[in-house]
């Protein structure tokens, strides 16, 4: 993503500046912005050059692509891009950035849409991984962004030390009476997801836990609901 002049991002030994004197975006980042184009199409199936130039927003991107492929980044084969590992790892670790800002901006600072997707591209460019991970913990190892697309997973998923209280967590995890804000919703199938939805439990309402056994039984509103544990296991909420 394409942030404003002025942004910090990782350079080639570090994160600091990523825009020159001239407000030119380096050619790291210009990199960036291909990688991460690449993923989003790889996520929706997509992987030919001729697509991936009709969506760039870079002027030079067949020049950069080159030079990529000659780093052992991707692979330009019959009229397909594909990732090489070294540029799987770095788009992997930009998407990361990205989703995880998206998903700060929106819980925390409670950002409209239209405000979050800018932010983000400037957030994930000033994000080190220590920082990245600090910011995952703290809001629970969320699996999906805002658009409910999926977070790569980072170190601190495999560890989740509850060192840092996080601010989304399981449902699953409250006590009795403590009240939450659902933030999201993992269902296994998509019958499940539209099952809840029908119910009248879908992300921004308030729910109160009030029973545990034999079923989970949750107040929302002026409504009782009552709930499988193994459901209750894929709804993540943050305190009220």
Known sequence: MNPMPGGMG???????????????RSELQQ???????????????????DEFL????????????RKMEQDAWISMDKG??????????????????????????????????????????????????K???????????PPICPHGKPIPRGPCCA???????PLVRPLL????????????????SRKRLERLSALGLTPGLVVRLVQKRPAFVLEIGETTLAL??????????KKV
Not at 159 to 165: I, M, N, P, S
Request: proline share 3%.
């Open 159 to 165: 560890r989740f030390k509850k060192e840092v209280e």
């Open 131 to 141: 920082v990245l991970d600090s910011v995952c913990s703290f809001l629970g190892h």
């Open 31 to 49: 990199r960036e912005e291909i990688l991460e184009l690449l993923w989003t199409m790889q996520e929706e199936g997509r992987n030919t050059l």
């Open 80 to 129: 397909k891009v594909t990732f090489l590992p070294e540029g799987e790892k770095r788009a992997e670790e930009i998407i990361r950035r990205h989703r995880l800002a998206e998903r700060l901006l929106s819980e925390v600072f409670e950002l409209e849409e239209s405000y979050m997707e800018s932010s983000a591209c400037q957030f994930e460019h000033i994000l080190s991984p």
């Open 228 to 237: 499988d544990e193994e459901i209750v296991r894929e709804i993540y909420v």
């Open 54 to 65: 009709a969506m760039t927003r870079e002027e030079d991107a067949e020049t950069l692509l």
């Open 10 to 24: 990782r350079g080639r030994e570090g994160y600091g500046p990523r825009w020159n004197e001239e407000g030119v």
């Open 173 to 188: 995890d409250y006590k009795l009476g403590e009240e939450g804000r659902v933030v999201f919703i993992t269902p296994k």
